[in-house]
Structures are given as C-alpha cells and as structure tokens.
C-alpha cells in the first residue's frame, strides 16, 4: 500500500484547509486509515481515522466539532476537512494505513505516507 498526502499550507486561525491522502495498492476491507500529526518537539498523535469497511470514524478531543474524515472508495482517496482552525493545530500532518481496523497509537500503522506541513498563524 502506498500512500500520498497532500493539501497543507498556511492559514490564519480560524481558516480551514483541506488535506487529501490517495491510497494505491491493495486495500481490503479490514483496513483502517487515519490522520496523525507531529507538533516540532512533540510526539506524532493521533487526529482521526475511519475504517473502510463500515465508515466509522474516530477523532481526538482535541479535533472533535471542527475536523472531519471521509473516504471516497471511488478514488481510494481520504480527506481531511479542518475547520476553525488554531495555532496549537500547527504540525506536520501523515497518513496512515493499518490492516487491522483503528487503533489510535502510531506504532500500530502498517503505511505510512509522506507529511505535509500545516500551519496555523495567530
């Protein structure tokens, strides 16, 4: 499985941007796919995540009510839509793979995809 982030930049608080991941390879039903990030000088955390086969979704506290996490299967592609966003919502942000539904530690992700920088101006 590969995967391709894309879509950071910077935003003034408040703003909203909208990340992508395309997924290629084999995916199958089990698979989980997720956001994470990583502040500088912090460990890499858990964002959101929705499984392919039931669309559940999970999020952190600290995202709930302002992001949202989709799948499209017709273009094996997940988005990331964050809203209202905040200075403390600055990283670099991944996404991930795991073929054995959610779990929200990164060590339990299989792929892994390239960062992409978000940041939030005050």
């Known amino acids: 499985v590969q995967l391709q982030a894309f879509g950071g930049g910077l935003v003034q608080a408040g703003g909203s941007l909208r990340l992508s991941c395309a997924a290629s390879?084999?995916?199958?039903?089990?698979?989980?796919l997720g956001w994470f990030r990583q502040a500088l000088g912090k460990e890499r955390e858990f964002v959101a995540a929705?499984?392919?086969?039931?669309?559940?979704?999970y999020y952190a506290d600290s995202v709930k009510g302002r992001f949202t996490i989709s799948w499209d299967n017709a273009k094996n592609t997940v988005t990331l839509q964050m809203n209202s966003l905040k200075p403390e919502d600055t990283a670099v942000y991944y996404c991930?793979?795991?073929?054995?539904?959610?779990?929200?530690?990164?060590?339990?992700?299989?792929?892994w995809g390239q960062g992409t920088l978000v940041t939030v101006s005050s």
């Open positions: 991930a793979a795991r073929s054995r539904g959610w779990r929200p530690r990164p060590d339990e992700y299989d792929y």
């Open positions: 929705i499984s392919w086969s039931t669309g559940s979704t």
């Open positions: 390879g084999r995916i199958f039903s089990t698979y989980a």
